[in-house]
């Protein structure tokens, strides 16, 4: 039986993991805007083993609190899921500054604060698991999604240098880059959209009408992701740092690295040019 301290747990793959764990008996602490949405949620699901906590991930106290919260409740933590978040579509000179901060806010300064609290705990205990949730988007970047993108990049780098500070301290760390998975990520609850828009963009207010229509056809199955994400922790990262969910995430990610390699190879020439030549 294993501990788990999961963020962002009210809808979609976080809400599928916490079912999926509770059925097969582990312990759970799920934080969430709204603990009454998620209990709902769960009402066919024995939750004895679950310590819901509403939680703003940008108060670093609270989210102190609510590792210590599940430390006393459940004795340890093995399990850390950074899944908090939302969308954002829109042009870079229409997002606001408000935008920024409040994505930011999430996507790097939450997961900054539980790495904080937990971390001291996974190194007293000598294992744990930490899996952060970023997204194909992480890897590359489609136009209208920069803000979102800016985020799962941060995430992407700060999760690299992780994995390589807490090699030796027996704690594994995983970067999860799902695609388009079958939840209201694509809809109001989870999408935010620009308050002002300009008529420069038409092409950008085609693909978001695009997104919004998407709901209910994407490829990924949330019950098998979350499923994918139980089997990652429990046969540690694997040896590998990446884990891709979803055949549109795979087609995407060959896709950039295959244009990105082009990119470098193209430019061996110019970046030995600039070096310092030596007698």
């Given at each position: 039986m294993s501990t788990w301290f999961i963020t962002g747990t009210s809808r979609g793959l976080g809400r599928e993991l916490v079912t999926q764990l509770l059925a097969r008996g582990e312990h759970v602490t799920a934080t969430t805007r709204s603990t009454e949405r998620l209990t709902a949620a769960l009402s066919d699901v024995d939750t004895s083993r679950l310590l819901p906590l509403e939680l703003d991930l940008t108060d670093e106290a609270a989210v102190t609190q609510a590792v210590e919260q599940t430390r006393e409740r459940f004795g340890r933590i093995d399990v850390v899921v950074n899944n908090a978040g939302y969308g954002f579509l829109g042009a870079v000179e229409e997002t606001s500054d408000a935008d920024v901060r409040a994505m930011l806010d999430v996507q790097v300064v939450g997961v900054w604060n539980v790495l904080r609290?937990?971390?001291?705990?996974?190194?007293?205990?000598?294992?744990?698991?930490?899996?952060?949730?970023?997204?194909?988007?992480?890897?590359?970047?489609?136009?209208?999604?920069?803000?979102?993108?800016?985020?799962?990049?941060?995430?992407?780098?700060?999760?690299?240098?992780?994995?390589?500070?807490?090699?030796?301290?027996?704690?594994?760390?995983?970067?999860?880059?799902?695609?388009?998975?079958?939840?209201?990520?694509?809809?109001?609850?989870?999408?935010?959209?620009?308050?002002?828009?300009?008529?420069?963009?038409?092409a950008l207010r085609e693909m978001t009408q695009a997104h919004l229509q998407m709901a209910g056809t994407q490829l990924g199955d949330p019950a098998k992701g979350a499923a994918a994400l139980i089997d990652l922790a429990g046969a540690g990262n694997g040896g590998r740092l990446r884990h891709l969910l979803g055949s549109d995430a795979h087609t995407i990610a060959v896709s950039a690295l295959q244009t990105r390699r082009a990119e470098v190879e193209a430019g061996e020439q110019v970046a030995r040019s600039t070096d310092v030549v030596t007698a």
């Open positions: 609290a937990v971390l001291p705990i996974l190194r007293t205990q000598r294992s744990g698991h930490v899996i952060n949730i970023s997204s194909i988007l992480g890897l590359t970047s489609f136009p209208g999604w920069a803000l979102y993108c800016a985020g799962k990049f941060a995430l992407e780098g700060l999760t690299e240098s992780l994995a390589a500070e807490v090699a030796d301290l027996g704690i594994a760390v995983s970067l999860v880059e799902p695609g388009y998975f079958r939840t209201d990520f694509l809809t109001s609850n989870s999408l935010v959209l620009p308050e002002e828009t300009t008529d420069a963009y038409p």
